[in-house]
């Protein structure tokens, strides 16, 4: 299940893939017409429908994206139209960066600087293991590099607690922000806000190239988390 940062096929009456649906729901989302309205007052569902449309044939009539001149069909967007464009332009300076996990509505931003919080953090586990034990910690190591080459979020694995030998490490996502249904942006801070069930599942599919780790979602502290099963 792999990540998609730009839109990969056209989206409008009926058609479209639902997290290239989303990345346009999303932005419809934080663009405001001249009322301060929202384009898209709507779930971020990635659904293909007659009101999301209707949204892209509003926004491009008050662009001025359907001019004789013009190559973009009505209540349509392709990744290469005027249309996607401007609209990638219009919307919010928060959103850069704003990626889709392929397949699903699930839309998330990865954290600035993550390449130097890895490199000492891979270094760190390559050197010194995870709660002293050396192959753990080189394979924990490979998946935190794994998954930031892929996917560009960075996770990290906290110390554990009295645990000897480890046999449960903790995953914590560091810095990652996603949007809500309601195309609210929130992030791995808030103790109030769940893990998409879509992130979890990007980092055990990755997991299973590293090997001896068994991901498992168990609720700690009240949250449900993401931890590994160390079986070397």
Excluded: N
């Excluded at 779930?43 to 293909?48: L, N």
């Excluded at 889709?100 to 998330?108: M, Q, R």
């Excluded at 390559?126 to 050396?134: E, M, V």
Aim: aromatic share 6%; with cysteine; charged share 25%.
């Amino acid at each position: 299940m792999p990540a998609t940062a730009c839109l990969e096929a056209s989206v409008g009456p009926g058609i479209g893939q639902p997290h290239d649906i989303a990345l346009v729901q999303a932005m419809l989302v934080h663009v405001r017409d001249l009322d301060g309205r929202s384009y898209w007052p709507a779930r971020i569902d990635g659904r293909a429908s007659d009101s999301l449309a209707d949204a892209i044939d509003r926004f491009q009539e008050d662009f001025g994206l359907l001019d004789a001149a013009g190559d973009d069909i009505r209540c349509m967007i392709s990744p290469a139209s005027a249309t996607f464009q401007c609209l990638r332009e219009a919307t919010a300076r928060e959103l850069a960066g704003l990626r889709a996990v392929t397949g699903t509505a699930t839309l998330y931003i990865p954290p600035r600087g993550g390449a130097q919080i890895l490199r000492v953090m891979v270094a760190r586990l390559r050197s010194l293991g995870h709660g002293g034990d050396a192959p753990l910690g080189r394979r924990l190591a490979a998946l935190a590099e794994r998954i930031f080459d892929r996917h560009r979020f960075l996770i990290r694995f906290p110390a554990p607690e009295d645990q000897h030998p480890v046999r449960r490490v903790r995953v914590h996502f560091h810095g990652l922000k996603w949007l809500t249904e309601q195309g609210r942006l929130t992030s791995s801070e808030d103790p109030q806000s769940p893990v998409p069930d879509a992130v979890w599942a990007l980092v055990a599919d990755e997991t299973r190239p590293i090997g001896c780790l068994t991901p498992e979602q168990i609720h700690h502290a009240g949250r449900r988390e993401l931890w590994l099963r160390h079986d070397g």
